[in-house]
């Protein structure tokens, strides 16, 4: 088969033509997202790898389906940017890597947790400039604080496990608890997890439910000065609300690592241009906001698991094999 990867950067490529060897596909790769100004690039091809920034609405998917795609791979976990009827109205199947490093995610939420609690960044450039004043620089231990996970689904366990370890108090939440989760936490209610932590974080999918999961009641029920965390999608978060709280000082900080805003800005390099986002301008400028650019999946174990997985789906729709990472919508 001809796949069209959209959205790859010279690292998919690599990773992915190296889980290709094994297989006999041909993979084209295509810096471009997908969207309805550059979806005619599948043309010739028969299936379609996208990622988490690529626009698969109704109007595209019904495009690729008129091109004769018949299976779209997402490299990926969160497939909130694709509109999943619309795919089963025009016939185009949808597999996604449901599982690759839950690791790598957690591991860089605790790696933003520590940067902006204890400034390291900012001791970085200043330590370069000759600077050794630790002022300014005082942080707190998170040992005996309160740890809230929103989310305890593969990445916000492994979160849990390791702010364990910190010696943290856990409290969880999730409409649909887990055994494992247990024995790393309190499941609570969500009013009390927010009103009772010291740091929040957002571990779970984005969907029409969890759409601005923070907002501003929810940030006003947050523990004054509390930490606020989210590598899972931007939209879980109302950025405006967010600033509000920044300002006021209810909100202490705000680590993240995805925005809702993102598309066309992350993954870019926009040094040379005038940033024409207005809300991540403003937040950009808070001392207490540390914003890093959708890459808490990027370790080499989560791309090699990515690439295979990928393939594996792809060379198994190819033979007319089951799809065992095919997602479906759910009925209404
Ligand atoms: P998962 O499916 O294993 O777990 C998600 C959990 O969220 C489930 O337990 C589910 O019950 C729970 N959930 C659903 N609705 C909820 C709600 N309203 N409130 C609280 N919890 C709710 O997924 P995962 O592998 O742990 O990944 C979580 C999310 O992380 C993904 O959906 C994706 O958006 C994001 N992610 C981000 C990156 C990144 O690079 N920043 C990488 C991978 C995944």
Redesign the pocket.
């Known amino acids: 088969m001809k796949i069209a990867c959209f959205s790859t950067k010279p690292y998919d490529e690599k990773f992915l033509s190296a889980a290709a060897e094994n297989f006999s596909h041909e993979m084209v790769f295509l810096e471009h997202r997908l969207d309805a100004s550059t979806v005619v690039l599948v043309d010739g091809c028969d299936a379609v790898c996208a990622f988490v920034n690529d626009t698969l609405d109704a109007s595209v998917l019904e495009k690729l389906s008129e091109f004769g795609i018949g299976l779209l791979a997402m490299r990926?976990?969160?497939i909130n940017n694709v509109d999943l009827d619309a795919a089963a109205k025009f016939g185009v199947r949808v597999v996604r890597v449901p599982?690759y490093s839950?690791y790598a995610?957690a591991e860089h939420t605790v790696g933003l947790i520590l940067t902006l609690n204890r400034k390291i960044h900012k001791a970085y450039n200043r330590v370069r400039e000759n600077n050794f004043s630790i002022d300014g620089f005082l942080g707190f231990d998170l040992h005996g604080r309160t740890f809230g996970v929103?989310?305890?689904?593969?990445?916000?366990r492994v979160l849990a496990r390791i702010m364990n370890g910190f010696g943290c108090r856990v409290l969880l939440?999730?409409?649909?608890p887990?055994e494992e989760a247990k024995q790393l936490g309190e499941y609570v209610a969500l009013e009390r997890l927010l009103a009772e932590s010291d740091l929040v974080s957002l571990?779970?999918?984005?969907?029409p439910?969890?759409h601005h999961?923070i907002n501003a009641d929810r940030l006003s029920k947050m523990k004054r000065g509390a930490m606020l965390v989210n590598?899972?999608?931007g939209g879980l978060v109302d950025t405006s609300a967010a600033i509000e709280g920044l300002k006021s000082g209810q909100l202490g900080g705000f680590a993240l690592?995805?925005y809702e805003e993102e598309s066309g800005v992350f993954f870019e390099d926009l040094s040379q241009e005038v940033m024409q986002d207005d809300v991540l301008s403003r937040l950009m400028t808070f001392p207490n906001v540390l914003i890093t650019s959708?890459?808490?999946?990027f370790t080499r174990e989560a791309l090699e698991t990515i690439a295979q997985t990928t393939l594996q789906s792809i060379d198994a729709f190819s033979r007319g094999e089951e799809l065992v990472n095919e997602v479906v919508a759910t009925p209404s």
């Open positions: 990926c976990a969160g599982r839950p995610v929103i989310g305890t689904g593969a990445i916000g939440y999730d409409p649909y887990n571990q779970c999918p984005l969907t439910e969890t999961l590598t899972s999608r690592d995805v959708h890459q808490a999946f």
